[in-house]
């Protein structure tokens, strides 16, 4: 072992003692970074210039990683008329075609205020898959092929329906569906709102059984389990249309987001601002869902 192997071996040891952190593959500092940065472009609306600027910035963001990429621009009519959506695909290739695809979606609520945040919904799921994606692409390649999605139009605009809300997870898991590709999923991980400093996952009972398991496990695993609980009830959200397609998908959601427990007021109010955020609730979030990921292979 030479002087520099030693010193970083003895650097670990003592950030092992003093802190009790462990190594990790994945940076909750850098998923903050990319929270911020996402959240610099306000409001993100669908339809709106902000999200096709998110998009552009997410794409970049994905080939500056060495990911192919695509932005995928459909129209939809919905409440207000047609309307533009963009999501932002990237692809890192496996040893298999089984594929895991791990989505966020990037758009804001519309109507909260002209430079409304939505830093926990939908900033913090996507500085964490940004952040999983720069790992997976750098320590793969793995045995399953990832699809990285950031989709648009999560937000409904009056009530969700057909044509309002969840546009860029339908349009994705109808085009998986239709290229025959549903069977080769092995598991479609949502995240939504996880940055909140006061954690505490609570996974929609309408999530799919066995990936909930999954998830768990790796939650005891790495010593978190008590931050990960099954919610009091469903939750309509990105993971539905998946799973309507026949793709099993499990929801990554805190859906308790205020000034005290079960009051929910930062949620699709102005006060969804970065300051809410911690950079050990988005570690906590990568590492379990990296380690469910990689307990696949
Ligand atoms: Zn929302």
């Not at 990790?24 to 996402?38: C, H, I, V």
């Not at 709102?193 to 066995?210: A, E, F, H």
């Not at 978190?224 to 990554?252: E, K, S, T, W």
Request: glycine share 10%; net charge negative; charged share 25%.
């Amino acid at each position: 072992m030479d002087y520099w192997k030693t010193s970083l071996v003895c650097c670990s040891l003592i950030c092992l003692m003093l802190t009790g952190c462990k190594e990790s593959p994945f940076d909750g500092a850098k998923a903050m970074a990319e929270t911020e940065a996402l959240v610099g472009i306000v409001p993100r609306d669908a339809g709106g210039g902000g999200a096709r600027r998110a998009a552009v910035m997410l794409d970049g963001k994905l080939k500056a990683l060495g990911i192919k990429t695509t932005i995928d621009t459909f129209s939809e009519e919905t409440p207000n008329g047609k309307m533009f959506f963009n999501n932002v695909l990237g692809r890192i290739p496996g040893k298999t075609k089984r594929l895991i695809v791990l989505v966020s979606h990037f758009d804001t609520k519309s109507g909260i205020s002209k430079d409304f945040q939505g830093a926990n919904d939908s900033g913090s799921s996507s500085g964490v898959l940004m952040e999983l994606a720069r790992v997976l692409q750098e320590r793969g390649p793995y045995e399953t092929e990832f699809l990285i999605a950031f989709v648009d139009g999560e937000e409904c605009r009056t009530q969700y329906g057909p044509h309002d809300g969840l546009h860029g997870s339908r349009h994705l898991a109808k085009q998986i569906y239709d290229a025959g590709g549903a069977k080769m999923v092995e598991a479609v991980v949502v995240l939504d709102m996880v940055g909140d400093k006061d954690l505490n996952i609570s996974i929609p009972q309408n999530s799919t059984r066995k990936l909930v398991k999954e998830l768990f496990f790796a939650a005891h695993e790495l010593g978190v389990r008590p931050q990960f609980r099954i919610g009091p009830g469903n939750i309509l959200d990105d993971h539905v249309p998946f799973q309507i397609a026949g793709m099993p998908a499990v929801d990554v959601i805190d859906f308790d987001y205020g000034s005290a427990s079960g009051k929910n007021d930062y949620w699709h109010t102005a006060s969804d601002t970065l300051d809410k955020l911690s950079i050990k609730s988005l570690q906590t979030v990568g590492d379990v869902v990296l380690k469910m990921i990689e307990n696949f292979q």
